[in-house]
């Protein structure tokens, strides 16, 4: 079992920036996938990005390229969003599976989930 626990969501201008933190805990985090969906009202969850922890590969949806950097520090990940838009604002959960991947991040291949945390982009 694996234990995720969001932080670092809020209100931000557009252009802005934002760092989510993802605490990690319980089984051993070797081989995982740990990564960021987000879901705004009436749309589907969709992968932003992750990072495996066997070898620190990164993925990232093309909405994030060149503006959010995914970065882990022991059983801790971080999103740092930087450029923030309007479109970005949705609730982000952190989740934890064993599938990685450099191309995608499909939602059924993660099986523990952080609560969400809300990030409004709006001035």
């Known amino acids: 079992q694996v234990q995720l626990v969001e932080s670092g969501g809020g209100l931000v201008q557009p252009g802005g920036s934002l760092r989510l933190s993802c605490a990690a805990s319980g089984s051993t985090l070797d081989y995982y996938a740990i990564g960021w969906f987000r879901q705004a009202p009436g749309e589907e969850r969709e992968g932003v990005s992750c990072?495996?922890?066997?070898?620190?590969s990164k993925y990232y949806a093309e909405s994030a390229k060149g503006r959010f950097t995914i970065s882990r520090d022991k059983n801790t990940v971080y999103l740092q969003m930087n450029s923030l838009k309007p479109e970005d604002t949705a609730v982000y959960y952190c989740?934890?599976?064993?599938?990685?991947?450099?191309?995608?991040?499909?939602?059924?291949?993660?099986?523990?989930w952080g609560q969400g945390t809300q990030v409004t982009v709006s001035s």
């Open positions: 989740a934890a599976g064993r599938y990685y991947s450099d191309f995608d991040m499909p939602r059924n291949e993660y099986n523990y």
């Open positions: 990072i495996s922890t066997a070898d620190s």
